[in-house]
């Protein structure tokens, strides 16, 4: 079945640098990878996905990029702000089913 | 609208009791799902439903049940509370496949002691 990993588990950025989280998967047939952010006490709640027909995909300060070959995925957020800070948890489709990574915990000092 | 509401926030129970967690959503969504979050571990599939009627095992179903007996509501089950169980549980909802986005409830912090 499908396995997700994702790195790193704690990131901590100056307010305004840029921040990266990896996913890697390993079931060649996934083809939808979306990410999830999570405050503080709340559910997750989805920022930005991706199918895998396309390689990358810009929503404002976020990004995704997909590599099929290479099975991996990644998060880009430009210009982090304090509200940025939360756990990030990117998935990936297996196959009826979304399986998560760990989680990153992104930390934005001001 | 509401989106997904869980019942309680909170719970505390002693090894070996019973309990139900209560999960409803507004969306006129067929597809729910409970998972578990631990940390370091991050969201595990519990049980899914793709309809009234329906539901299927997830990643780690042992120790839990459920039913889906209308489309809103969604409840797990635990029967014997075990100190392995001590999570937070969320109910999520979407309205089609896994290519659909998930709405999360606020979550349920359960701790057996």
């Known amino acids: 079945g499908e396995n997700v990993e994702q790195h790193p588990s704690t990131l901590s950025v100056q307010e305004g640098d840029s921040a990266v989280i990896k996913c890697t998967y390993s079931?060649?047939?996934?083809?939808?990878f979306p990410w999830y952010k999570q405050e503080l006490g709340k559910g997750p709640q989805l920022i930005i996905d991706?199918?895998?027909?396309?390689g990358e995909k810009k929503d404002q300060r976020i990004a995704v990029t997909l590599n099929k070959t290479a099975k991996h995925f990644s998060l880009h957020i430009t210009e982090t702000q304090p509200e940025d800070s939360a756990v990030y948890f990117c998935?990936?489709?297996?196959?009826?089913?979304?399986?998560f990574g760990q989680g990153t915990t992104l930390q934005v000092k001001p | 609208n509401a989106g997904v509401t869980q019942t309680p926030k909170f719970r505390i129970l002693k090894i070996g009791q019973s309990m139900t967690l209560q999960c409803t959503q507004d969306?006129?969504?067929?597809?729910m799902y409970w998972y578990r979050q631990d940390p370091g571990m991050g969201l595990k599939l519990i049980y899914y439903?793709?309809?009234?009627?329906?539901?299927d095992k997830g990643e780690v179903p042992n120790g839990y049940n459920v039913s889906r007996s209308t489309t809103e509501d969604f409840p797990l089950r635990l029967e014997l509370a075990a100190p392995s169980q001590t999570s937070v549980y969320f109910c999520?909802?979407?309205?089609?496949?896994?290519?659909?986005?998930?709405?999360f409830g606020n979550g349920t912090r359960l701790t057996v002691t």
């Open positions: 998935a990936g489709r297996a196959p009826t089913q979304l399986i």
């Open positions: 991706i199918r895998s027909n396309v």
């Open positions: 439903s793709v309809g009234a009627g329906i539901t």
């Open positions: 999520a909802s979407s309205f089609g496949t896994a290519n659909s986005p998930l709405h």
């Open positions: 079931d060649s047939a996934s083809n939808y």
């Open positions: 969306m006129n969504h067929n597809y």
